[in-house]
């Protein structure tokens, strides 16, 4: 019987500050970072797991990594599989640990790492692309995956048991469509704050070329500079003539969108840099470029915030969305209970893995409200194509509202990286190999491990980023 003997944890650090990939109002500097774990064991099984961070920080969510991992040494393999839910539930369990939380900060997204290992090893071990696990468990075997404590006054076992049963009519059918046609995404590459108005212009026909249809910019320094952005991306994607060669999107994916002429979306995302009333205030001036929501527009855990700023903006058709850093499903619980929010945000890497997402897919269909994951950063993209699938072909049988953001950096750092095709939907992961498709090139390891790889340790990158 195959037991876990070991890990690996590397700090992941890649130079995206010298780019302005990845810069927003209130992240000007971002070199996007992951805490990886390797789990080992003594026979052919491992997993890979990460977490993502920003930079600087990333060598103290290593430090709790090794905590968490350090819990699962010596334990046997097929005890785990057979109950991720108590696998998981035991991960959380270390009271020393969890009184630096409790569930939420540093402790929380380093657990995310060692879960998500975990459930690659799993995915890996059964030869499936983790969302085909998923979607071959039963409603049952989902269930007892899934973390329900602290929100069972949202939704019990029993309720999402009859939720998950409902939905098994039509799992084949959709499974078919999402292979052929691929999952519908939104680009955020358009619309870094870090970029030039001649790079913005460039990347939207860009994407335009590659067959989206939803954009995002990023905004919430100053209105009139964003007044001008937003005013120069809607000039292309409402042009008839820039979107001629594109794909003429179904009209039942741009119902409440505020899709302009030729059935292009633009959304806008503030990184909570506002408070409550600055949000609306601002938000109102924007408000005649017709952006489907408005994308953390305070502080991530300020629920009775967003309820608000979602009440004053409805009239100006403009939607409330986040959860990129809701710290657990106790802050969804309480964004889906107040009406708080249009659009959930899951994050792959945020919450503590896959148990708790399931937590979040569940509550967010019984609601109703449409999940789009936050991806991006290095290796989300690669997880949360996954995460997509587990809940349309599993929970909620939803795909016409939904897009799974999608931002062209650093994939090819990846064994298994994500694609997307023609008409900018991702691909499905087919791989038996890949699991939860996280798995990073030696060589991008031997590179931007930080402090000591090639690039890191180069008088080059010490002077480049101060490091002298």
Not at 70 to 86: P, Q, S, W, Y
Not at 126 to 139: A, G, H, R, S, V
Not at 246 to 269: F, H, Q, W
């Amino acid at each position: 019987m195959t037991t876990i003997t070991g890990f690996k944890v590397e700090d992941l650090r890649f130079p995206t500050s010298l780019t302005g990939d990845g810069t927003d109002a209130m992240n000007q500097e971002c070199d996007y970072s992951a805490a990886y774990v390797t789990l080992l064991t003594d026979g052919k099984d491992l997993g890979y797991g990460m977490t993502f961070t920003i930079g600087r920080g990333n060598d103290i969510v290593c430090t709790a990594v090794t905590k968490v991992a350090e819990r699962l040494v010596g334990k046997k393999t097929a005890d785990l599989f057979a109950d991720m839910g108590a696998a998981w539930s035991y991960l959380l369990a270390d009271p020393q640990l969890r009184w630096i939380g409790p569930e939420k900060g540093v402790i929380h997204i380093a657990t995310a790492a060692v879960v998500n290992a975990l459930w690659d090893m799993f995915a890996r071990h059964e030869k499936k692309p983790l969302w085909q696990l998923i979607y071959d468990f039963t409603p049952e075997e989902f269930v007892k995956a899934t973390a329900f404590r602290y929100i069972t006054d949202a939704i019990t076992p029993a309720e999402a048991l009859e939720l998950l049963k409902s939905k098994q009519a039509g799992k084949a059918e959709r499974l078919e469509k999402v292979m052929k046609e691929g999952f519908p995404s939104y680009t955020t590459s358009v619309g870094w704050f870090g970029y030039s108005d001649e790079k913005v212009a460039r990347l939207t026909r860009e994407a335009i070329a590659g067959g989206f249809n939803h954009f995002k910019v990023k905004v919430g320094a100053d209105v009139k500079d964003d007044a001008r952005r937003l005013k120069l991306v809607r000039s292309i994607i409402d042009d008839p003539k820039e979107c001629a060669a594109r794909k003429t999107p179904r009209p039942e994916t741009l119902v409440g969108k505020n899709a302009g002429p030729t059935g292009s979306v633009l959304m806008i995302d503030a990184n909570q840099v506002w408070d409550v009333d600055q949000a609306v205030a601002y938000v109102a001036e924007l408000a005649e470029f017709k952006p489907w929501f408005i994308e953390e527009p305070t502080a991530p855990d300020d629920i009775l915030g967003h309820a608000s700023i979602r009440k004053q903006l409805k009239p100006h058709g403009v939607g409330v969305a986040t959860g990129e850093h809701a710290h657990n499903r106790m802050v969804f619980k309480q964004l889906l209970q107040a009406n708080a929010i249009d659009v959930c945000q899951i994050d792959s890497c945020r919450l503590a893995g896959v148990n708790e997402i399931f937590a979040v897919l569940l509550m967010a269909a019984k609601f109703g409200v449409p999940v789009c994951p936050h991806a991006g950063g290095v290796g989300l993209c690669e997880y949360v194509i996954h995460l997509s699938l587990i809940d349309y072909l599993c929970v909620s049988g939803s795909i016409d509202v939904n897009v799974l953001e999608y931002v062209d950096h650093l994939h090819e750092n990846f064994d298994y990286p994500c694609s997307i095709n023609e008409s900018g939907h991702y691909n499905v992961p087919t791989n038996p190999d890949e699991g939860y498709s996280i798995s990073i090139k030696q060589s991008s390891k031997d590179t931007f491990v930080f402090p000591h790889g090639s690039y890191w340790s180069s008088p080059e990158a010490k002077k480049a980023h101060k490091l002298e």
